[in-house]
């Protein structure tokens, strides 16, 4: 079975530009969150999305942070305009219920630089 | 929100049983203790997951006071790829606003 996927493994991108980044969970998997953790930073929670709906994104740290996730499958996480902040590693990760009472299985990460 | 305490990082010889004690003295009654480990440019693995007593699984073991305030990871024979940061984390099932990764342990296995 293929684990959680992410795309792209790495990206660099100048200041005021925009960044997509994508995540296919395991299938099967209603469970969708992203976390990120910025430079010297904890891993911090972002949204969560149960099928196409989003059930929590009280970790979003901004209006120019957007994820979507149509069609209940795969997600995007668009950033825009990117800011030097936004640079760290972007993490996903899906489960099948609901974190607590199963694991939740992570992607590999998406490392964004802002120049 | 159940904040944990864990040491920054711990060093230990090849073969030897390592335990990692993390703090969670306000964790809640719902709440949770699991346990991710993250080898670099990787995102993180679950090894274990418990209540209270003791869990044990083919990778490692979690021990839980009847308090709960703690818990203990317990590696067994640690080998050179044991070699990661491991994470304590606790949470309930209301979702993942509640999931705080904090610094973790770095746990570097030496030869």
């Known amino acids: 079975e293929a684990g959680v996927t992410q795309f792209p493994s790495h990206s660099v991108i100048e200041k005021g530009q925009t960044v997509t980044l994508r995540c296919d969970p395991i299938s099967g998997h209603d469970n969708l969150y992203w976390y990120r953790r910025v430079m010297g930073k904890e891993i911090k929670f972002l949204l969560h999305f149960v099928k196409e709906s989003k059930q929590d994104e009280s970790g979003m740290p901004n209006n120019r942070f957007l994820a979507e996730r149509t069609g209940g499958t795969y997600s995007t996480l668009k950033v825009q305009p990117a800011e030097l902040e936004d640079s760290g590693v972007y993490f996903c990760?899906?489960?099948?219920?609901?974190?607590?009472?199963?694991?939740?299985?992570f992607g590999p990460g998406t490392r964004l630089l802002v120049l | 929100l159940a904040k944990t305490t864990q040491p920054i990082s711990m060093d230990s010889y090849e073969g030897q049983e390592v335990n990692i004690t993390c703090s969670h003295n306000?964790?809640?009654?719902?709440?949770?203790i699991t346990w991710y480990q993250q080898f670099p440019s990787q995102g993180p693995r679950f090894i274990i997951q418990g209540y209270k007593t003791k869990v044990t699984n083919e990778v490692a073991s979690l021990f839980i006071p009847a308090d709960r305030k703690s818990s203990t990871l317990s590696l067994p024979r640690v080998s050179l790829s044991d070699t990661a940061v491991y994470y304590c984390?606790?949470?309930?099932?209301?979702?993942?606003?509640?999931?705080?990764f904090g610094t973790g342990t770095r746990l570097t296995v030496i030869p």
């Open positions: 306000n964790i809640a009654t719902n709440d949770y």
């Open positions: 984390l606790v949470g309930d099932r209301g979702g993942a606003n509640n999931l705080f």
């Open positions: 990760a899906s489960s099948q219920e609901e974190w607590g009472r199963e694991t939740q299985y």
